[in-house]
DNA sequence: AGGCCCGATTGACATCGATCAATTCGGGCC
DNA sequence: GGCCCGAATTGATCGATGTCAATCGGGCCT
């Protein structure tokens, strides 16, 4: 478990400038950001922070996917949210949350960048980009977690493993290859499901022309799908 | 189905003034705001807006409730947030979001006023308080948000009931007495249950010393119902 | 190439919650 | 205080999904 904490490279500054949250930022600000950024490196499984720690970093995911969940009182774990690379997480702006509501947790080897939120704060008071950015990157997280509630309560299992693949389909394709970026594990987890409720909504799709081998998964008449 | 916009009385620009989301705003940033907010009233079961109108607009409750909406390809409909005195909905912030991801609806009499959320987006961009402002909203929106989603996924109906109510009694209290602020109706949905289903969580929640007669709701112990 | 191991699938079952229908309750109004 | 309508409860049933157990399969390592 790799764990050292280092000063970003030219490659990895690059990255990171190419992310939703820091493209937009002034150039003053991203310099700022870039200097003070940790990378580190976690292998799979490996603990990000568990709910309850002290939340003074905030990430921003380069490569790999990171599960963020919350465990209930009897162990079961739910994910709300899985982040992939560009992502950013655990946004802990507000001074008052001093806490991590939540835990997070490496599904794969990963790479991030670790800044410290308190120093985000104190740009966003200064420069008007980086309060811009972290408006832009909470809307949009909202905008996501509303979603996929909804989804959750309207849609059962098959039709929100449609969704997911809809959304990433071409838009006007007839059909389509996709190739899952994780494991089925990590898909079952976002969608709400067992992994086995994953495999049989898999099963009940194949009549909707969906086939699956492995992580490949091949959509014979995308307009058929979405009428799930 | 009244529906004057006016200028807001001194009456109501205290109440605004008193909001979290305006609380915390310079004085010069809350002035503008409160000149140029609309106040109307609706009635019960009035739309507010409907998903896929034109976004122009930022609300802010001043009396009554609110829901909010998602309708599914069959016409059910979910609830994701229901909107009290003082809540801020529909923050429309970045230009991007030109339509309503979604609708809201009068769940009785209310009283609102209406921002423009352009003027919003400009005065953050000048003024710090602002920005703050709409981040401390967002984030606490989408903490509240996510509450939901990970126990609509971790825990059955009567858990939630039961954290519903736990949330709405002091702390350290032995035995508690609430009054609904609503129908049972609207806490069924902001439960993502049927209102059924709400009723017999309320009964397997006898046994547990939770009485019900009509909105008023006596737990006789507080603690045991922690346990649930 | 073979074997091993973890992830994925399948089956059987139990449980939860939605739905439909039939009462009952409660609160607002006269 | 009584009436009446909409809201809430209760019952019966069904479908969806979680859980546990057994098996299968693919990828990876040697």
């Avoid at 568990?50 to 380069?62: D, M, P």
């Avoid at 599960?67 to 560009?86: E, H, N, S, V």
């Avoid at 059909?175 to 594990?185: G, H």
């Amino acid at each position: 478990m790799l764990d050292k904490s280092n000063k970003a490279t030219t490659r990895e500054r690059g990255l990171l400038a190419k992310t939703a949250f820091m493209r937009s930022l002034s150039p003053n600000a991203l310099a700022t950001l870039l200097d003070s950024a940790q990378i580190m490196s976690l292998a799979a499984r490996a603990s990000i922070f568990r709910e309850g720690e002290n939340a003074q970093a905030f990430y921003c995911l380069l490569t790999g996917y990171v599960r963020l969940y919350r465990m209930g009182k009897d162990g079961r774990q739910a994910d709300f949210r899985i982040c992939g690379p560009g992502d950013v997480f655990a946004e802990c702006l507000i001074p008052q949350d001093a806490r991590y509501p939540y835990s997070a947790q490496a599904a794969e080897n990963i790479c991030l960048a670790k800044l410290d939120c308190r120093e985000v704060r104190l740009l966003a008071e200064r420069d008007a980009t980086v309060a811009n950015a972290l408006i832009a990157t909470l809307s949009e997280h909202l905008r996501a977690t509303t979603e996929v509630l909804v989804n959750d309560r309207l849609h059962t299992a098959p039709q929100r493993v449609a969704d997911y693949l809809l959304e990433r389909c071409p838009v006007d394709a007839g059909s389509a290859s996709i190739r899952l970026p994780f494991q089925k594990n990590l898909l079952a987890g976002m969608l709400g499901l067992a992994p086995e409720a994953l495999s049989r909504a898999f099963s009940a799709l194949r009549r909707a022309g969906v086939s699956v081998r492995g992580r490949v998964i091949q959509i014979s008449d995308v307009k058929a799908l979405r009428e799930i």
